[in-house]
């Protein structure tokens, strides 16, 4: 996405519905009119649809259907979260090129989003199903100046980015299942994963994924998800814009980010409780060589979960898979 293109769609951001003339946006964006005019031109190719009318200048009037970089770009308000996007059609996994563009020195912000993910992975190497043009499958690049075992605070950070983002654009009321899943009606509707590059006790780069089922439908599926996943247009019976949701998702998690470098973990822990569904019930968590059962008491400072026993004896659980 080049500068004068940033430039011209942020002209467009900034005066919502407005006629921008060939001359007012070469003056602003520091080019000719004729540049102008070919951006215009290419943004048409994507998909946009622009009124020009004569004496008046231009007008955005439709975006494009799939998810661009541009149309992502048109709209966005954010200080770094999006500021600059890598799109690709088709992908291994988005994790995978954050990872390397993380070491490469992306400023922190940078989003990978695929169209379609061939590999696209959860936690420990499970599949992560991610099929073309119906869902948001994107990774985030934070850097942080935290010490390692503060990472898992930024995955329940996430969460409540992305449930609250789905609430505004939707008159859905997702809820969220400790560690990383976002659920509807008992479906999980999202999944986050967070990867860090790190050195000796502090992080380097935090690599967020987050996959969202958005527009499938129920017989999309495969026969192994048909039952525990959902997307949001099953949920709601809409279609749901993409772009419209990752801006929400950007704005949303840059707002929560500062406050949470601001003043630590606590506003974001009492947000997350609000939308935490297992609280208070009883659940299995089944950990890498253990299986506990017992009732969640909530979650620590840390963001690490707090279950108790039949015995009353507390456990602490900084990883595991939580049946309800
Ligand atoms: C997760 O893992 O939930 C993390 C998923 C993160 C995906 C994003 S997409 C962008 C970025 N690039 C990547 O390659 N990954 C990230 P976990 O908690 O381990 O859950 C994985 C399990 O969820 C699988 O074993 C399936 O049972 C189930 N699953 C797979 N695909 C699903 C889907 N599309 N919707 C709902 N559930 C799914």
Request: aromatic letters at 6%; hydrophobic letters at 40%; proline letters at 3%.
């Amino acid at each position: 996405q080049s500068e004068l293109r940033k430039k011209l769609l942020d002209a467009f951001t900034n005066h919502d519905d407005d006629y921008l003339s060939g001359q007012y946006l070469a003056d602003l964006i520091g080019c000719s009119r004729t540049a102008v005019w070919k951006h215009v031109e290419e943004l048409r190719k994507e998909g946009f649809e622009l009124e020009a009318v004569r004496r008046k200048g231009y007008r955005i009037v439709k975006t494009p259907e799939n998810v661009t970089a541009d149309d992502i770009r048109l709209g966005l308000k954010t200080k770094f979260i999006g500021q600059s996007i890598h799109y690709k059609e088709s992908v291994d996994s988005t994790q995978k090129i954050a990872h390397r563009l993380a070491y490469d020195d992306a400023p922190e912000g940078t989003v990978v989003i695929a169209e379609e993910q061939l590999l696209g992975r959860g936690r420990m190497d499970r599949a992560w199903h991610s099929p073309k043009y119906s869902g948001i499958w994107m990774s985030i690049i934070l850097r942080p100046n935290l010490p390692i075992p503060k990472a898992p605070q930024l995955t329940l950070l996430t969460a409540v980015a992305v449930v609250q983002a789905i609430e505004e654009i939707t008159s859905l009321s997702p809820q969220i299942k400790w560690p990383n899943d976002i659920l509807m009606n008992g479906k999980k509707v999202t999944g986050i994963l967070t990867e860090l590059q790190a050195e000796a006790d502090r992080i380097i780069s935090i690599i967020i994924g987050i996959g969202i089922n958005v527009n499938q439908k129920r017989e999309e599926y495969p026969d192994e998800l048909k039952d525990i996943a959902t997307s949001l247009s099953i949920e709601s019976g809409e279609q749901i814009n993409r772009s419209v949701l990752i801006r929400g998702i950007f704005n949303r998690l840059e707002h929560l980010y500062e406050i949470y470098l601001e003043n630590g973990f606590y506003p974001i822990k009492l947000l997350w409780e609000s939308y935490a569904i297992s609280i208070g019930k009883t659940i299995t968590a089944r950990t890498l060589n253990h299986t506990i059962r017992g009732k969640a008491l909530g979650i620590t400072e840390d963001g690490v979960l707090q279950i108790e026993d039949e015995e009353g004896k507390i456990h602490s659980v900084y990883s595991a898979d939580i049946d309800l």
